[in-house]
Structure formats: structure tokens, C-alpha cells
T-cell receptor, first 115, second 115 residues
Framework: ETGVTQSPTHLIKTRGQQVTLRCSSQSGHNTVSWYQQALGQGPQFIFQYYREEENGRGNFPPRFSGLQFPNYSSELNVNALELDDSALYLC??????????????FGEGSRLTVL | AQSVTQLDSHVSVSEGTPVLLRCNYSSSYSPSLFWYVQHPNKGLQLLLKYTSAATLVKGINGFEAEFKKSETSFHLTKPSAHMSDAAEYFCVVSDMDTGRRALTFGSGTRLQVQP
């Protein structure tokens, strides 16, 4: 158990729709990042939030956005869904600063299918 | 820019025989390197990490990896495979320079363990 929970576990959307994925991190984990894992590939970094502000982004367009809340929960929002957005979306959290062991704790992911 | 190459997409071994999963990395900085394991329908779990201390790193479940700077390699080994080791393994390099600590994953190696 990593202490990171994601919801929903599975969902199906159609092209052009919008989706919100949610993540609940361990208490005290002030940094959360999101990854996209397409079928048969390794996860790719989408972005990271630290103290409710985005402080790093991978090669993803602006229609991928996020929020981090003071209660250690976060959201990933994707607008104007495309077929290629079908993937497993992983949330990962850690402590940045004192107590940082360098380990990211991953949730089990939300599997998004876009039709 | 940093990158990771996992040299084998699929490795098959017999139970009780040694495991070798190969990984080469490229990084502009002194890298932090990790191995993660992903069992079906489970989240990513950290096996071990290298962060510029000892070059031979011991992890969980009997796995270990050796950091070889001259070869830019970080191969994962285990003396004796167990059926429960069957899973997808990812070699990962971390962007430590900016503090962002975005992870760059390899494409994965699927380990199959035959009885």
C-alpha cells in the first residue's frame, strides 16, 4: 500500500469530451505529479505541482491541466479528448524538503478509454 | 536531456535461475536512477534507487543493481527468480537538477518466469 488512491479506476469518454481524474496523496506529501502510460509503454511525465502551483511540465499540450489542494488531493483535467489520450493515468506523490527520501509513491491509476 | 534505454523488451527465465534486466542511461548531470516494478493491475513499486552513494544497490525481494558510470549502465539482477517476480520492470532516471524530479521511464522489460 502506497497511501495514494486514484478515482475512478476505469472510465470511457468520447472524442471531444472533458475528463477529470482525482488523486488523494499521503498526509504531508506536498508534491504531486501525474504520468500518462500508453499501452505497452513506460509512463511519461505530464506535470508536477508543489504547494498548489505547477512547477514542471513535460511535453503535453495546455489542454492537460491540473489542480492541487491543501488537503493533499489533486486533479488532472483533460479537455477536448482525442483518441490518443486513451491510457493509464498515474498519480505520484512525495515529500519535498525535510524527510524527502527520493521515492515517489504511485497510485494504481485511472484507465481512460476515448472512443 | 536525459533518457533511458532498456535493452530487452521481454526476458524469459526458469524459476530458480538468475535474472538480468539491462538498462543504459543518458544524463547531463549526476543521475539518480531507479528500478520500478509493475504487476498487472497494480501501481508502480520502487525496487531500488541509486543516488550517488554506493554503486552496488540492494533493493527489495532480493534484487540489486550496479551503477557503472563508465558504461552508463544500471542493470538489475537477482540470483534466483521466483514465480512472483513475473511483472513489468522499468528503469528510470530522475531530473534532479531543477528540483523538479521528473522521472524519465524506459519502455519497460516484461519478465516471464517459467516453472
Amino acid at each position: 500500500e502506497t497511501g495514494v488512491t486514484q478515482s475512478p479506476t476505469h472510465l470511457i469518454k468520447t472524442r471531444g469530451q472533458q475528463v477529470t481524474l482525482r488523486c488523494s496523496s499521503q498526509s504531508g506529501h506536498n508534491t504531486v505529479s501525474w504520468y500518462q502510460q500508453a499501452l505497452g509503454q513506460g509512463p511519461q511525465f505530464i506535470f508536477q505541482y508543489y504547494r498548489e502551483e505547477e512547477n514542471g511540465r513535460g511535453n503535453f499540450p495546455p489542454r492537460f491541466s491540473g489542480l492541487q489542494f491543501p488537503n493533499y488531493s489533486s486533479e488532472l483535467n483533460v479537455n477536448a479528448l482525442e483518441l490518443d489520450d486513451s491510457a493509464l493515468y498515474l498519480c505520484a506523490s512525495r515529500v519535498r524538503g525535510g524527510g524527502d527520501t527520493g521515492e515517489l509513491f504511485f497510485g494504481e491509476g485511472s484507465r481512460l478509454t476515448v472512443l | 536531456a536525459q533518457s533511458v534505454t532498456q535493452l530487452d523488451s521481454h526476458v524469459s527465465v526458469s524459476e530458480g535461475t538468475p535474472v538480468l534486466l539491462r538498462c543504459n542511461y543518458s544524463s547531463s548531470y549526476s543521475p539518480s536512477l531507479f528500478w520500478y516494478v509493475q504487476h498487472p493491475n497494480k501501481g508502480l513499486q520502487l525496487l531500488l534507487k541509486y543516488t550517488s552513494a554506493a554503486t552496488l544497490v540492494k533493493g527489495i525481494n532480493g534484487f540489486e543493481a550496479e551503477f557503472k558510470k563508465s558504461e552508463t549502465s544500471f542493470h538489475l539482477t537477482k540470483p534466483s527468480a521466483h514465480m512472483s517476480d513475473a511483472a513489468e520492470y522499468f528503469c528510470v532516471v530522475s531530473d534532479m537538477d531543477t528540483g523538479r524530479r521528473a522521472l524519465t521511464f524506459g519502455s519497460g522489460t516484461r519478465l516471464q518466469v517459467q516453472p
